[in-house]
């Protein structure tokens, strides 16, 4: 019925421009309008929500249409009216502002009707009610333009009439961030803030509060459906939409109900509403009726100002409401000019309003009449009342039209200072402010109003984005109030661009704790999002972080190489730095195992040394043995080079003194396994051979196996020497320092050489083995490199295998293994005798034996 209605109006208004010469030569059907009129140079037109009830007519074409019928009158409306005729008025009084030029006005309500409001435009730019003197077409059009409609969806239509003719419309209500484009609305500008700007404060808002989760109504019109459009995309930077509704123009109850099923499951409990009052007020009734609690509403401009639903009757549901709210002025000298108003029997407004007000019903035979009740008297005192009328406090709207009405003064104002040749105009030219067309009213005007407001407006004719942020609070005395708390102003910076006091905030919660809204809780440090299949990307499990990684609640993140997770996954530590030192247990037994070996080495020695001339040391040849016993001394303080933190040094100088040190002592055994040969050789008849293995060719069989095997080492060292690294890859956790070899060839031919000496040594002691008893020191030496053999090639697989510093370890066992080996199987039964046997220790005993 609405969209029948509304294409008939439509039909009628393009009948009536097509009929218009230059639109006011020409004689038209009176429009019955509520309406309000005064004559002057300059006419600025009106559109207002006065009315917000309307009774469609018959349209059955079985009898003659009935006009639109509007009631139920809105106080709030008729403050904006009253408060375009007060600013024109004290425009009228001031000297320095359009001196010598009068304004008029043509208001019109729009009774929150398209077509009512469609209506009202082509009677503004049309003229209606005007009488025609002559029809030269000259002077000045009807409305010069438009302060209004307060709906989007209106300006959108009214607009692309308004087009047409270049006619300027100031909207203070409208915010739809359609109409900003330029190219489709050439002639609109605001006096509120853009949708965009008004989105960006609610998200602020819920980011600010960290709500990730969030509900969204929606009118079902240009207004709602442009602002939840905005309002997804900025959400969708750091949350996300739980449902989306959209509130009908025409409320019926199974979609209301629909809406209210869906706010009741859904577990958002932040749910941010754009639409007006009136679209709204179905949807709170519902709210109530089914007394759905613990949500925190966020309300758009349309509605965050409401007395009708800020009301004690809703609180229990709505209240502490957060909402953004046009920002609140104050005009000096309008609250008295409110209470000058007296009922006008020739205009039906002032009528309902004056039955509104007192809830009276004047005795007439008007159709006016909308109150039921005891009959007005006309001497009612407007000053002991209390209403949204003549309540100045909260100037919001008002002031808003406050402002758009001295914005085109001062575009009038600015055309009639126009000087010639510094005109806005082709050649440089001025228009006459007494003829001009109404394109050429200027509006991008920037002045600074008596209240000390800077106006400007940018290219696509919006102001500065600046809101207050209200809260729904109840007063001691049970009423609702609605509180400024913050402010939104977009051109601060970005620090301050939502300021808020916190500590003011009513919230309608349990304890008054700020509410939570989440599908996922957020995810401790430590864990990591994993996105649920098919899910809203706030909807999501969290996932421990792998060892090694960090997380900031949202993804894990490898620490630097030097570092490890803490335990809770939520820093870096430095990681445990592990070398085989001398101060943990494995270390100091080691060197108490090497020392001890050594000081075996020097006792065995100094036992040597002192009976140096006695048989048992002559015959096993005292040089070599001092020498073996000396080199097997060095074997045993070698391994303490593989103790402690590795450095450069350190790292060349372990492996060069170890194969050095080695290798001088299987040298020496090498050269006494010789010898017993050797002697064995030279005892049998005609044998000589021992003239040429006498002492010289011993000590030069020592120095050249020793000094082939320190070559070696200078070679290596020279080329590619050990170097210490941090090894991180058996132990992620751990940082083992070790020595790394550098080159391996280097390396394996130093294990190599003394791998091959001691396998020359073995096959020739065990190829001596069975010589006589007197010589037997070849058994000796037989066992002591076969200890020395399976250490070594046990020692292999075991270093290979071994983590971190018991590599080192392993290595410095097998030195030792070793070491005590050569050291027990060759000393312990000639010391045996020396010190426990001396009787043995006789030529004669040995030649005995």
Known sequence: MKYILNIMMSLKLIFNILAVKDLKCNIREKIHLNGLYKSGDIVLGGIFEVNFKVTLPDLTFRSKPEQVACDGFDLSG????????????EINKDPALLPNTSLGYRLYDNCVNLGVALKAATSLIAGEDDTILDYNCQGLPPVVAIVGDPGSTHSIAILSILGLFNIPLVSYYATCSCLSNKYEYPTFFRT???DAFQVKAIAEIIKHYGWTWVGALASDDDYGQNAIKFFKEEINTFGCIAFMEAIPKIHQKDVIQNIVKTIKQSSATIIVVFCSEVELLAVVKEVVHQNITGRQWIASEGWSTSTVLASSNYFGSF??????????GEIPGLGQFLLQIQPDFNNNLFIQFWETVFGCKFQTKTNYSVANGPACTGFEIIRKTQTAFNDVSELRASYNVYKAVYTLAHALHDLASCVGGNGPFENNTCADIRSMKQWQVPYKVNFTNKLGERLAFDDNGDALAIYDIVNWQQAEDGSVKIRTIGIFDKSANAERELVLDEDNIFWNFELGNIPESYCSKSCLQG?????????PVCCFDCIPCADGEISNSVECVPCPSDFWSNPGKNHCIFKEIEFLSYEDAMGITLTAVSLSGFFISVGVLAVFIHYRHTPVVKTNN????????????????CSLCFIGQPSHISCMMMHAIFGISFVLCISCILVKTIVVIVVFKATQPGNNVIQWFGISQQRFTVFLCTFTQILICIVWLATAPPFPVKNTKYNMSKIILECNIGSVTGFSFLLGYIGLLSGI???LAFLARNLPDSFNEARFITFSMLIFCAVWITFIPAYVSSPGKYTVAVEIFAILASSFGILFAIFTPKCYIILLKPEQNTKKALMSR
């Open 622 to 637: 005292s040089e070599l043995s001092f020498l073996l016993l000396a080199s097997l001394s060095m074997c045993f303080l």
């Open 761 to 763: 040594c073995f096959l």
């Open 527 to 535: 864990t990591r999002k994993a996105i649920r299949k098919g899910e």
């Open 78 to 89: 008729f403050q904006w009216v009253q408060t375009m005729i007060f600013a024109i008025e």
């Open 192 to 194: 509120i803030p853009s």
């Open 319 to 328: 209240g502490g409401t957060l909402g953004i709210a046009i920002r609140r």
